[in-house]
């Protein structure tokens, strides 16, 4: 399913930069309870809300499916 293909890719991403869902969810102004579960492909992120993970990963949208 696709909420689990991008929510692992962004546990890959974030993990990878070692950083924390609590940093991560801080930077992108979300709850960390939201990225919990869009990361376990339980929510489904709006493109806004992607927009702001990516930004506060500091990925491309490009990138970040290029990489799926």
């Known amino acids: 399913m696709i909420t689990e293909k ?4 962004i546990k890959e ?7 924390s869902q609590e940093k991560l969810a801080r930077r992108a102004q979300l709850d960390r309870t939201y990225l919990t579960g869009v990361e376990k492909g339980k929510r489904n992120p709006s493109i806004k809300s992607l927009e702001k993970i990516l930004n506060a990963l500091d990925v491309s ?4 499916f290029k990489g799926m």
């Open 13 to 19: 991403i974030r993990t990878c930069q070692g950083t």
């Open 61 to 64: 949208f490009e990138d970040f």
């Open 6 to 9: 991008v929510g692992a890719r």
